[in-house]
């Protein structure tokens, strides 16, 4: 990085060299006598350098005899990933069970898996950002009683929202959003704004989103004639492309049919103009628009179905319908920051949702010999076992197999690393397992010195269909207890864009996408993302606007190789899969349970938090029998 710009891998003004990857936090921190403050870490983060090399070792053949090393810590509960799930089962673990031992182990430098939170020190004003899970989703509709009583036991009040998250301010400055066409793809750089499309989940109200009319805004595109005519009409038609066919029969060939090809297909749309759409499934589905199905996307709000006459799915309504507004400054970092407070006394100051926003938590607290709960960071487990009426389970912390014993265990990591942790699993289990191919996505939070060249083009979001960053926006804009967010466009702002690596493979199915997109991830370095973030911002809001070196103050890219879970595919997916696999997965296995979001084939915190408190409850009072002791 150049100029002005720092990556400010700096802990407690010292450099760090664990955003490259050269050390584990704690290890540094430890030679430096200071306890690791990973929030505030720039540079790769996610699944960051130093973070995953063991379990995929461990994916590639590598054997790990945990009977080599003497168990030195027995507990009531281990539970691996320190995710949203595996958090949650503490928590609801020590709710049956008050005076518990719980170790809690995560491979990661942070704990909240991707609920991560990004902290940014900006000319002495603390910006904040998410580097991962994002908001609520639908809280008063979509989640369970359980759910929303772990809510509640946190002081989490949803009511909250409404006033903490400013609805009105972009719309207030007269920001709309805006499509940037990419030379590469419709050979010009040209961004047009007044989009009239919904967000499959907005924050804008429908009645303050500053859009044009459909045909004049699509008036403005690079396109022909030809290909901008029939874009309208795929907005305001209410030509039916399937007459004839029942609801049944329609719904089954939308499942069937790509949301590409069905624009291609049923409306015949010019390659280009169907391109207008590709890169506008990214964030949500993490695949583009050849990816999902015409179901989903009749679904979810895309245009082209006005006269299909079909009813929307009700779960889907509710995301549409419910304003997206459930968000926390550092999203839904502060759900894990919330329950590593109540789990770990004393780690972090105050009681409020408002005060946990700003709140310092002092790493250094988070495993103290003693204390009820520990959590571990930068600990990869490798080995899971039921024995001798209790659990065995090894783990990897500065290349070193540790072991500890256990009473009972939930399994609350990626799903599809499980049957590399245990042999005594079934095959039906293991490939259940094992077909949970989670979508590698990233989110980039650059923090900039103000926001003024937004304001001069007139846009608070740019959709980029064709481009790296399929999605480039201004924070949602929150404050809570202490923390303000910038109001006026002469302040810092953190600034969202997501990429989603993508191939367009024709012929195979999501799967084997999401595993080659995964690979194309991994292979990126981070000079990749910054180069990319300099460049299409420039060309989107320069040239006079924008300037990169004069603006950008820092980086964080939150790299997720395993992101989304796998949420199903009618494309690719018999029909019943999406029941019959998970429920085939998440099998208890002696005295060990399986949780995350996974374990529902659902990418949400709620699903997260569902299936922490399945798996606690199968763990139930039978099981609960004193473990003996391991040499
Ligand atoms: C970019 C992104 C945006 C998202 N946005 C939203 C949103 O807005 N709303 C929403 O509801 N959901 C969202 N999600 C979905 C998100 O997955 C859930 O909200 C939730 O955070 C999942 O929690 P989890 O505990 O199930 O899994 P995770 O957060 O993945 O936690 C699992 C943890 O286990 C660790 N682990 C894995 N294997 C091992 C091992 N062998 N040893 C030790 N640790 C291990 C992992 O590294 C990870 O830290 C988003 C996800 C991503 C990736």
């Given at each position: 990085?150049?100029?002005?710009?720092?990556?400010?891998?700096?802990?407690?003004?010292?450099a760090?060299?664990?955003?490259?990857?050269?050390a584990?936090?704690?290890?540094?921190?430890?030679?430096?006598?200071?306890?690791?403050?990973?929030?505030?870490?720039?540079?790769?983060?996610?699944?960051?350098?130093?973070?995953?090399?063991?379990?995929?070792?461990?994916?590639?053949?590598?054997?790990?005899?945990?009977?080599r090393?003497?168990?030195?810590?027995?507990?009531?509960?281990?539970?691996v990933?320190?995710?949203?799930?595996?958090?949650?089962?503490?928590?609801?673990?020590?709710?049956?069970?008050p005076?518990?031992?719980?170790?809690?182990?995560?491979?990661?430098?942070?704990?909240?898996?991707?609920a991560?939170?990004n902290?940014?020190?900006?000319g002495?004003?603390?910006?904040?950002?998410?580097g991962?899970?994002?908001?609520?989703?639908s809280?008063?509709?979509l989640?369970?009683?359980?759910?929303?009583?772990?809510?509640?036991?946190?002081?989490?009040?949803?009511?909250?929202?409404?006033?903490?998250?400013?609805?009105?301010?972009?719309?207030?400055?007269?920001?709309?959003?805006?499509?940037?066409?990419?030379?590469?793809?419709?050979g010009?750089?040209?961004?047009?704004?007044?989009?009239?499309?919904?967000?499959?989940?907005?924050?804008?109200?429908?009645?303050r989103?500053?859009?044009?009319?459909?045909?004049?805004?699509?008036?403005?595109?690079?396109?022909?004639?030809?290909?901008?005519?029939?874009?309208?009409?795929?907005?305001?038609?209410?030509?039916d492309?399937?007459?004839?066919?029942?609801?049944?029969?329609?719904?089954?060939?939308?499942?069937?049919?790509?949301?590409?090809?069905?624009?291609?297909?049923h409306?015949?749309l010019?390659?280009?103009?169907?391109?207008?759409?590709?890169?506008?499934?990214?964030d949500?589905?993490?695949?583009?628009?050849?990816?999902?199905?015409?179901?989903?996307?009749?679904?979810?709000?895309?245009?082209?179905?006005?006269?299909?006459?079909?009813?929307?799915?009700?779960?889907a309504?509710?995301?549409?319908?419910?304003?997206?507004?459930?968000?926390?400054?550092?999203?839904?970092?502060?759900?894990?920051?919330?329950?590593v407070?109540?789990?770990?006394?004393?780690?972090?100051?105050?009681?409020?949702?408002?005060?946990?926003?700003?709140a310092?938590?002092?790493?250094?607290?988070?495993?103290?010999?003693?204390?009820?709960?520990?959590?571990?960071?930068?600990?990869?487990v490798?080995?899971?076992?039921?024995?001798?009426?209790?659990?065995?389970?090894?783990?990897?912390?500065?290349?070193?197999?540790?072991?500890v014993?256990?009473?009972?265990?939930?399994?609350?990591?990626?799903?599809?690393?499980?049957?590399?942790?245990?042999k005594?699993?079934?095959?039906?289990?293991?490939?259940?397992?094992?077909?949970?191919?989670k979508?590698?996505?990233?989110?980039?939070k650059?923090?900039v010195?103000?926001?003024r060249?937004?304001?001069?083009?007139?846009?608070?979001?740019?959709?980029?269909?064709?481009?790296?960053?399929?999605?480039?926006?201004?924070?949602?804009?929150?404050?809570?207890?202490d923390?303000?967010?910038p109001?006026?466009?002469?302040?810092?702002?953190?600034?969202?864009?997501?990429?989603?690596?993508?191939?367009?493979?024709?012929?195979?199915d999501?799967?084997?996408?999401?595993?080659?997109?995964?690979?194309?991830?991994?292979?990126?370095?981070?000079?990749?993302f910054?180069?990319?973030?300099?460049?299409e911002?420039?060309?989107?809001?320069?040239?006079?606007?924008?300037?990169?070196?004069?603006?950008?103050?820092?980086?964080?890219?939150?790299?997720?190789?395993?992101?989304?879970?796998?949420?199903?595919?009618?494309l690719?997916?018999?029909?019943?899969?999406?029941?019959?696999?998970?429920?085939?997965?998440?099998?208890?296995?002696?005295?060990?349970?399986?949780?995350?979001g996974?374990?529902a084939?659902?990418?949400?915190?709620?699903?997260?938090?569902?299936?922490?408190?399945?798996?606690?409850?199968?763990?139930?009072?039978a099981l609960?029998?004193?473990?003996?002791?391991?040499?």
């Amino acid at each position: 990085m150049t100029g002005q710009v720092t990556r400010r891998d700096f802990l407690n003004g010292m450099a760090l060299a664990i955003a490259a990857g050269v050390a584990p936090s704690h290890l540094f921190a430890a030679r430096m006598g200071v306890a690791p403050y990973p929030p505030s870490l720039t540079g790769l983060r996610g699944s960051q350098p130093g973070s995953f090399e063991v379990a995929h070792a461990l994916r590639d053949g590598r054997g790990y005899d945990i009977d080599r090393v003497a168990a030195r810590e027995n507990v009531d509960l281990v539970v691996v990933g320190a995710g949203i799930s595996g958090l949650a089962a503490a928590w609801f673990w020590r709710q049956r069970r008050p005076n518990a031992r719980i170790l809690i182990l995560d491979n990661h430098a942070d704990f909240g898996g991707h609920a991560v939170r990004n902290e940014f020190n900006i000319g002495g004003r603390m910006l904040l950002g998410y580097g991962g899970s994002e908001s609520l989703q639908s809280p008063a509709t979509l989640w369970s009683e359980e759910a929303k009583g772990l809510l509640a036991a946190l002081a989490v009040d949803i009511a909250r929202f409404e006033t903490a998250f400013d609805q009105k301010l972009y719309p207030s400055l007269g920001l709309s959003r805006g499509v940037f066409f990419t030379r590469d793809a419709f050979g010009v750089d040209r961004l047009v704004t007044g989009d009239p499309m919904r967000m499959v989940a907005d924050d804008i109200p429908p009645d303050r989103m500053n859009a044009r009319a459909v045909t004049d805004f699509i008036a403005d595109f690079p396109l022909s004639a030809d290909g901008k005519a029939k874009l309208v009409s795929i907005y305001t038609s209410t030509r039916d492309p399937l007459p004839g066919l029942s609801a049944d029969d329609k719904r089954a060939l939308l499942e069937k049919t790509s949301y590409r090809d069905w624009l291609i297909g049923h409306w015949s749309l010019p390659a280009p103009a169907a391109d207008v759409f590709y890169g506008r499934t990214l964030d949500f589905f993490a695949v583009g628009t050849d990816g999902i199905s015409a179901s989903d996307a009749f679904d979810y709000g895309y245009p082209g179905f006005g006269g299909i006459g079909l009813e929307r799915d009700d779960e889907a309504k509710k995301e549409m319908e419910d304003p997206y507004i459930h968000h926390f400054p550092d999203g839904n970092a502060s759900i894990a920051r919330l329950l590593v407070r109540k789990l770990v006394p004393g780690v972090a100051p105050g009681s409020t949702m408002d005060d946990i926003v700003t709140a310092r938590f002092d790493y250094g607290r988070l495993d103290v010999e003693g204390a009820a709960t520990r959590l571990r960071t930068d600990s990869t487990v490798v080995a899971v076992r039921n024995r001798d009426g209790g659990v065995d389970l090894g783990y990897v912390r500065d290349g070193k197999l540790e072991r500890v014993r256990a009473a009972h265990c939930v399994l609350a990591c990626y799903n599809m690393m499980i049957p590399y942790l245990t042999k005594e699993l079934g095959k039906a289990q293991r490939e259940a397992l094992a077909s949970n191919v989670k979508a590698p996505l990233v989110y980039v939070k650059v923090a900039v010195r103000n926001w003024r060249p937004w304001v001069e083009r007139g846009v608070h979001e740019i959709a980029n269909p064709m481009g790296f960053y399929s999605r480039l926006k201004l924070d949602y804009p929150v404050s809570l207890g202490d923390y303000r967010f910038p109001r006026s466009p002469d302040e810092p702002m953190v600034l969202h864009l997501v990429h989603v690596p993508t191939l367009r493979l024709t012929g195979v199915d999501l799967r084997t996408r999401l595993r080659a997109a995964r690979a194309q991830l991994y292979a990126m370095p981070f000079d990749t993302f910054e180069a990319s973030a300099r460049d299409e911002l420039t060309r989107m809001l320069g040239p006079g606007g924008f300037d990169a070196e004069r603006d950008i103050a820092a980086i964080t890219v939150n790299r997720w190789g395993h992101g989304y879970s796998y949420a199903g595919s009618t494309l690719d997916d018999a029909e019943g899969d999406d029941e019959r696999i998970p429920a085939a997965a998440r099998k208890r296995v002696g005295r060990i349970a399986i949780a995350n979001g996974d374990a529902a084939w659902g990418p949400y915190a709620h699903a997260a938090i569902d299936e922490a408190h399945r798996a606690v409850g199968e763990l139930s009072a039978a099981l609960a029998k004193p473990v003996k002791a391991a040499r």
